[in-house]
């Protein structure tokens, strides 16, 4: 009889064991090379100290991932290193971002 535990604990290790392979490279290659591999070449723009950052980041949360399989907060950090990556790859969008704002033109949202 299949149940819902013995269907979940294979797709466990899958995950796990992909996540693992993927990230592999982050642990064994100097981070100034890391972009030369296929899963980390969207990490080029980021500076030395964005990706000794990234790589401190996935450092913490993997071994929680592993072991309780909520993967929730490992796939957040991956996004959101992917997004900084994204933004910084784009002069003009980083340019726009990090902007002096004059407070006087910013409207006040209120909810209706």
């Known amino acids: ?37 296929e899963q980390f070449a969207w990490i080029e723009p980021l500076n030395a100290e964005e990706r000794r950052q990234m790589k401190e980041d996935f450092a913490t949360i993997l071994p929680s991932a592993l072991l309780t399989n909520n993967w929730a907060q490992y796939d957040d950090t991956r996004y959101s290193w992917q997004e900084t990556a994204r933004v910084l790859a784009d002069p003009a969008l980083t340019a726009a971002l990090l902007a002096q704002r004059d407070p006087d033109q910013e409207l006040s949202l209120q909810r209706p």
Do not use: G, N
């Open 1 to 37: 009889m299949t149940t819902l535990s013995s269907v979940q604990e294979p797709e466990a290790e899958t995950r796990a064991r992909q996540e693992l392979l993927a990230i592999l490279p982050l642990f064994e290659e100097p981070l100034a090379d890391l972009h030369r591999h």
